[in-house]
């Protein structure tokens, strides 16, 4: 039984949130994978909701095998409006009421689904940079052709492409003799963020939408990624790095609407060891929201105990902004530059209860959540909690934007309605980024990371949490912008992905000799290796120039491969020799 598969009903008093009341449906977790190849281990699902074992208990566990988890769950919202104004939405809570979401894709002409893909999508495909490496190396030597390595399964399984009319372009993969087909005895694989990736597929469009309540579907096809580095020997400065998790959404309209102002959202249930004793609040400059301690310890046999962590939800990069929209929506003090990107745009609090202020429970109420506004369509407002029947009240987008333990600004420490703070509790919050215009047959992409940081030698302050904290996020969005994560090297010695080139080997078969071309590239001081189907070196000769003729009469028949490394680039191919 498979990630999404439900289980009996259950009502469970025990558990701790309101949204847990009247829990309607369970999900087998046992075949949901964890990203775990660094120092946190978080449980991956494909139904619009991570981080939880569907009944109540957190498992985003960090530091790994800890016992103490710094996130109960997280929820994906999207919502816009049609050409006609009309709302269609989606959006994931704790499945107390049902799924907005479920596996696989949409067919790309009607943009439905079936039971049978739901069936097959019904999957989390998880894989580690060194089995992709160890593959490369293995074909790249012949023992792949050779029947000598056995591919492994993931690989050879990998969801590259759909069939019928489903699309061709599924989860990412290295296409090595560029012919638009994922053939791992070709030499394809799959393409990763990091040095482990978890991704999957889902929709909005397989049924009536159960959370939202809305007939409106989007009909939207999501592609989706987990991943995360391993740098054991970086040094305290970065190692940040180690209990950082990323995270990528693409998100393709198979519908004939066109979405204007398209806003979607993270919810984000904390539960930061004891989830009793926590704050919240966001940076809203820095497109990062934050939970914290309420005190400089974190009690319970779960609590992280003295000097206690934060958690952080960076917002890493949103979809473009609507073009000649006159504002500077990535807050680089230009306005309207191509390629413009939004940030955070929305932070607020999800209450428990009935109140105007508490959960939302329709398909506005969600909607507009995204767009910092209350259950009866009132804005969020400065001060308090964020909610006053004042008309003269300053309305706001963000809650909670100022400094903990500043004493200035708008803190849950510092609420403004008096000296008093408010009281340590659950702390729940969305964070949201539009608007945003999804065409028909178009796609928007959101990159996102939750980031661990701890000062674990003093009390929590100005000088020392926060500015751990600051610094920690700063170093996280900085390697995501330039691409440059630390220790994330070619570990096999083998060009990175993109720059390995299918060779053109001819004539195939050959009987006296083969004439080898790169392309367009000039060979130049190249090295050449051939392997035969044992992988056993047959041929080398270095520094080889110009058009290459190599002699091949000698050879025994079968299939040979061979190997060109130039300006720290390899070209492969294969050959039959008759």
Known sequence: MLCCKGLASVNNPTLKSTFFSDLTEIVDTSNCPWLDINNARVRI?????????????PNYEIPKNSL??????????????DDQGDLHIAAQTYRQSGDDYWPGPLDTLSGLA????????????????????????????????????????????????????????????????????YDPFDGDYPKIKGDQMIWWIMNDNFSQHEVTGTPNNLGVEIHASAYAFNCPSVSDDDSVINYTTFYSYEIINRSSFNYHDFYMGISTDIDLGNAFDDYA?????????????????????????????????????????????????????IIDESDESLKMTGFMFNYGGPFVYGNPSTANHFYDRMKSLWKDGSPMTYGGNGYSSDSSAVPEKFMYTGVPYSGNGWTEQTPGNGPIPNEPQDRSFVCTVGPAFLPANGSVTLDYAYVYTRDQNNPNGLNTSIARNYFDVAKVQSWFDTDSFPCYTNTIGIPELEETVHLMLYPSPALSAVKISAGTQTILHADVSMY?????????????????????????PGIYSVQLKMNRQSYSGRFVKE
């Open 532 to 556: 035969n189907m044992m992988g056993e070196l047959v041929y080398f000769k270095q520094n080889q120039n110009g058009n290459l003729i190599i002699p091949v009469e000698k050879l025994k």
């Open 281 to 333: 609040g966001c940076d809203s400059a820095r497109s990062f929201a934050f939970g914290y301690n309420g005190d400089s310890i974190d009690e319970g046999s779960h609590g992280y105990g003295l000097n206690p962590p934060m958690i952080n939800f960076v917002l890493l990069k949103g979809p473009l902004a609507p073009p000649g929209d006159g504002i500077d929506n990535d807050r680089d003090f």
């Open 114 to 181: 079936d039971s049978v893909s739901n069936s097959i999508y019904d999957n989390v495909w998880k894989i580690d940079k060194s089995t992709i490496d160890t593959f490369r190396l293995k074909f790249l030597d012949g023992s792949v052709s050779n029947g000598s390595f056995s591919v492994p399964d993931i690989i050879l399984n990998w969801p590259a492409q759909g069939t019928g009319n489903f699309s061709r372009h599924l989860a990412p993969f290295v296409d090595l003799n560029q012919d638009g087909v």
């Open 45 to 57: 699902m494909n139904n619009g909701s991570n981080f939880w074992d569907q009944v109540g208990n």
């Open 68 to 81: 103490k988890c710094a996130i109960l769950a997280e929820g994906i919202w999207m919502g816009g409006l």
